[in-house]
Nanobody
Framework: QVQLVESGGGLVQEGGSLRLSCAVA????????MAWWRQAPGKEREFVAG????????NYADSAKGRFTISRDSAKNTVYLQMNNLKPEDTAVFYC???????????WGQGTQVTVSS
């Protein structure tokens, strides 16, 4: 079955950088858009950044603007999240989401842990 595979998470010092990747594994049709969400312990999952695979638009949460950059490789059905100037409050499990033509529900990855220490 088609699934999303995230990578790039880890432990980093405050002010450091990480680059997350999310690729579609298995058979898939056209990806409409992909996005990154995150969830810290005891908190609700929140939107971080999204990008269209058909129009090229991007959208960012206020907390991500100026620090994070989302990009895509449509040929590889892969999305990236470059995170700079990381803060302890960025600590969370980051999840990749994809909307695909022909699917009635969004696809979610297993998540990758990002931990920022002070």
């Amino acid at each position: 079955q088609v699934q999303l595979v995230e990578s790039g998470g880890g432990l980093v010092q405050e002010g450091g950088s990480l680059r997350l990747s999310c690729a579609v594994a298995g058979r898939a049709f056209t990806i409409l858009s992909m996005a990154w969400w995150r969830q810290a312990p005891g908190k609700e999952r929140e939107f971080v950044a999204g990008i269209s695979f058909t129009g090229g638009w991007t959208n960012y949460a206020d907390s991500a603007k100026g620090r994070f950059t989302i990009s895509r490789d449509s040929a590889k059905n892969t999305v990236y999240l470059q995170m700079n100037n990381l803060k302890p409050e960025d600590t969370a499990v980051f999840y990749c989401k994809a909307a695909e033509v022909g699917r009635t529900t969004d696809l979610w990855g297993q998540g990758t842990q990002v931990t920022v220490s002070s």
